[in-house]
């Protein structure tokens, strides 16, 4: 079956620029996660969602970064207002349910800030 | 303090040899383990679950001693294409909900 996918796979933007990255999970997956890696460093966690659940913010940096999701199918990772910092290889991944399974990631969406 | 902490590395052995990798992490509260492998510029693909009991999975054996909250992976006849980042991941029980909290990696070279 399909995998995760992500979109755009590579993305260069100018400072100051919104930009929004695309996740379509695993079908069937109630669980959706954002990571940021930057080079050479482990994954960050960003946000989590659970279904109909409230996401799970705690990992977001700034007021700058927001992500939504549709029921339990795409999301989107917004993030207003680029900085240089930004610049990193964001992963999505889904899995079956929260907690105890494992998790199937994306090839991930770099992003380049100008 | 790190949550999951792992040594980075990198750990630089020859074709045929063994290798053993160990992470440690801080919250009791953990709900399932796991070890990842990301190659160079890809994203991470999952090794194998770990389990209470100790699991194996053909030259890779996984253990986890939950009192000590220490996770391992052993590499058996380590092949080149073993290369790669090992990342040990902790489902962690966090503000009510249990998050994948990953490591920074352990760096395997296998050379010829």
């Known amino acids: 079956g399909a995998g995760v996918s992500q979109s755009p796979s590579n993305k260069v933007t100018e400072k100051g620029k919104d930009v929004e990255l695309r996740c379509d999970p695993i079908?069937?997956?109630?669980?959706l996660y954002w990571y940021r890696q930057r080079l050479g460093q482990g994954l960050e966690f960003l946000i989590y969602?659970?279904?109909?659940?409230?996401?799970?913010k705690s990992g977001l940096p700034s007021d700058r970064f927001s992500a939504e999701r549709t029921g339990e199918s795409v999301s989107t990772l917004t993030i207003q207002r680029t900085q240089q910092e930004d610049s990193a290889v964001y992963l999505c991944a889904s899995s079956l349910i929260s907690g105890a399974s494992e998790q199937y990631f994306g090839p991930g969406t770099r992003l380049t800030v100008t | 303090r790190k949550e999951v902490e792992q040594d980075p590395g990198p750990f630089n052995v020859p074709e045929g040899a063994t290798v053993a990798f160990n992470c440690t992490y801080s919250n009791s509260a953990s709900q399932s383990f796991f070890w990842y492998r990301q190659d160079c510029r890809k994203e991470p693909k999952l090794l194998m679950s770990?389990?209470?009991s100790g699991n194996e999975d053909g030259r890779f054996t996984a253990q986890l001693n939950r009192a000590s909250q220490y996770i391992s992976l052993l590499i058996r006849d380590s092949k080149l294409s073993d290369s790669a980042t090992y990342l040990c991941v902790v489902n962690m029980l966090t503000g009510g909900s249990y998050i994948p909290t990953f490591g920074r990696g352990t760096s395997l070279i296998v050379h010829p």
């Open positions: 079908s069937g997956h109630t669980a």
């Open positions: 969602f659970q279904g109909n659940s409230a996401p799970d």
């Open positions: 770990v389990y209470s």
